[in-house]
């Protein structure tokens, strides 16, 4: 498996630098919705993979080039689960809790409630709108943030709600809490 070259990361100029060398791929973009390290599931697999492999190693009933064969792949395999391991930020924990309230807050308001949506009283073009353009006002705490979302508020610091979206889910994996948006939707 070829590995893509090292790139310096597209996302600059924040304190909080999410997406990493590993999360860049060989066009020098973010390849990623989230950053790799946000993708427990993807890593417990991979672990899992691992394990497995070791297994098969151990057991012995295997041709010793089978075995040799399967020892490199475990080795190329801890290396890529310790690169995404050890992509995950250091940031302030409090920090970016405080600023996932204030963008849950935020996303919440722009939402149409339940009820309004299951009684089918929900505007469809506002909700599509809201969705795609800019409708959510970033503080300055939030627009570095962003940035390190891989997220470009415009000049007026402005988002759409699927970016903050975007941006509370990383915030919320960051800090090892559910990163369901619909949990955000009022009654």
Known sequence: MARPKKVTPVVENSDFQMFSEIDINHHGN?????????????????????????????????????????????????????EIVDSRPKVDTDQVDNIQKGLGEKISDSMFTYTDMHRGTADAHEEARRMSEPCIKL????????????????????????????MWKIARRYIGENSNIEMLRKG
């Not at 470009?152 to 979206?165: F, K, L, T, Y």
Request: include cysteine; charge should be positive.
């Open 30 to 82: 973010v390849g990623s919705y989230l950053p790799a390290w946000a993708y427990s599931q993807l890593i417990g697999d991979l672990q899992s993979e691992i394990d497995k492999d070791e297994i098969q190693v151990s057991q012995q009933n295997i041709s010793s080039d089978k075995a040799n064969e399967l020892k490199r792949t475990i080795k190329l395999k801890r290396e890529r689960l310790a």
């Open 139 to 166: 503080s300055d705490a939030e627009a570095n943030f962003a940035i390190g979302c891989n997220v470009v508020p415009n000049g007026n610091r402005m988002i759409s709600r699927n970016q903050a979206a975007k």
